[in-house]
């Protein structure tokens, strides 16, 4: 989950029970073949799909005797704002990594995700594949030569997301942004960032709540997004320390303190939603600290 | 020191050995009387002065029974970046703050001392006076209701200051900035400023190094300092973790790792500056962990 309101375009953070699942299986044959994708029409070829084009980057700088077969189980709908193709630009290159014997750090295959978000999105991004990797929140510093950082995650602290069954394509969400913003919003964005980054080494909750404040992206992308106001509102009158718009929409993210709260911003949210008449679904995740991991090896 | 780069108007720390030093006593007479001014030639009326001010401030929230009398002994000099009318507001409130038996945190001292900063500036800001009363460095989330966070300083982080004794006015640095940035640089900023905040909390020299970048302010305020290109050179190619303008200029900042390599930046620093021929002073301070203290009561 990407951005994290006052975090535009370098904080993400790792969900938990959301995602994709991939079966990656070696191959005589050399190079990388997509082999079957559920839950969701997208391309086989691998210079076509994200997850191919990940794992090709990583081939190219570690040219491997044999190939890889990629069968990809779609958890995380694309245009949901849920980091749909990081999942599977991520899983392509942590499995084979895996598979190579680990040529790579986790932090050394974001570059190579990246690529796989470069034919999502048109821009090679690190802010979703980040946290896939390393898990809990990351800041990207710098993506062009990619300096990412992990940061701590407060044990506590659960994440409700509601994903509204519409697509909104990251670039109709882009293209809502002005090219050029007020000093003075940038000025308290970038106040809240590092407050938020403060509260997560303290385990400040009431910080991270404060700071969990977007005034110069948020005013713009609301407008695409069906019950903004309702959703920001239920979660905050049942307790959610903050709420904004997950990736760039339309999920709506809030974060809590503790499970139950999570679980009472859930309902809140779901309530308000219920008039709209568009499918949703409602997940409750802690914070993931570790991030893409293997469920079984043969 | 406020602003440190990429902290624009929401971060600050407190230097060591430059400050003001003021005595203050309490006197029959009700209210608050500037006795002497050393140093620099500034209104004596409390009214018309920021130390008067702040303390008039406090005492309308706290009256008191007795007056105060205020000498200034002026160390900084106004218009010198390195934050001359915090020192003085900040000065006033703490002292008179003591005399009355501490009513006040340092942290609610703030609010009173911001009254200065606004005589002196217009607006009443905190990112200067808050690392004066709490020390260390310091965040302003927010100046409105001012919500200011305090930040490790790690141990070895040293700052060089360079202070050339020209002045700059804070209303003249102001003007040459745009009201409006490119949303792609602020994007920047924030990523340096959450990834410089995350490096003081880790201790990651290199981290705070590497952040130290302002792709907004400086661009624009560099103009105004003599010299400000061969002094970021000197400060680098001697071996600083980074520089920037301290404040609004016209003072130079680097933060170096040791005295030792603080000591060889101003060396660097001072050679190149030499051949502007304008007058000078270079201090070399660790972070003031503790902030204003008191040097002697009777």
Chains 1, 2 share one sequence.
């Not at 191959?27 to 969701?40: D, S």
């Not at 940061?151 to 090219?179: C, F, G, N, Q, W």
């Not at 000093?183 to 403060?198: H, R, T």
């Not at 219920?274 to 949703?280: D, G, M, Q, T």
Request: glycine share 12%; hydrophobic share 40%.
């Amino acid at each position: 989950m990407a951005n994290v309101s006052c975090g535009f375009d370098v904080l993400g953070f790792c969900l938990d029970p959301i995602g994709d699942e991939m079966i990656i299986r070696k191959t005589a044959e050399k190079g990388i073949r997509i082999t079957k994708i559920e839950g969701q029409d997208l391309p086989l070829e691998a210079h076509n799909n994200v997850a191919g084009v990940a794992g090709l980057a990583l081939l190219e700088a570690h040219p491997s005797a044999f190939g890889f077969e990629i069968e990809i189980i779609k958890g995380i709908k694309a245009g949901s704002g849920i980091g749909s193709s990081a999942a599977s630009s991520a899983g392509a290159v942590f499995g084979i990594n895996e598979l190579l014997g680990r040529p790579f750090t986790r932090g050394e295959l974001i570059q190579f995700a990246m690529k796989g978000e470069e034919l999502a999105s048109g821009t090679p991004h690190a802010d979703n594949v980040a946290p896939v990797l390393l898990g809990g929140f990351t800041l990207v510093r710098c993506s062009k030569e990619p300096d990412v950082i992990g940061l701590p995650s407060p044990s506590e602290l659960y994440a409700t997301v509601l994903h509204p069954k519409i697509e909104l394509k990251t670039s109709d969400a882009r293209a809502v942004l002005k090219k050029n913003i007020m000093l003075e919003k940038a000025i308290q964005q970038w106040g809240n960032l590092a407050a938020l980054v403060s509260g997560l080494y303290t385990n400040d909750y009431d910080l991270i709540g404060r700071s969990l404040v977007d005034v110069v992206i948020e005013p713009h992308r609301s407008a695409l997004i069906p019950g903004f106001q309702e959703l920001k509102k239920a979660a905050t009158d049942s307790g959610a320390l903050g709420s904004g718009i997950s990736g760039s929409g339309p999920s709506m993210f809030a974060l809590s303190r503790g499970e139950a709260a999570a679980i009472r911003v859930g309902e809140s949210m779901r309530q308000a939603f219920l008039k709209y008449n568009i499918e949703f679904e409602l997940h409750i995740s802690k914070i993931n600290p570790k991030g893409i991991h293997i469920i079984s090896s043969k």
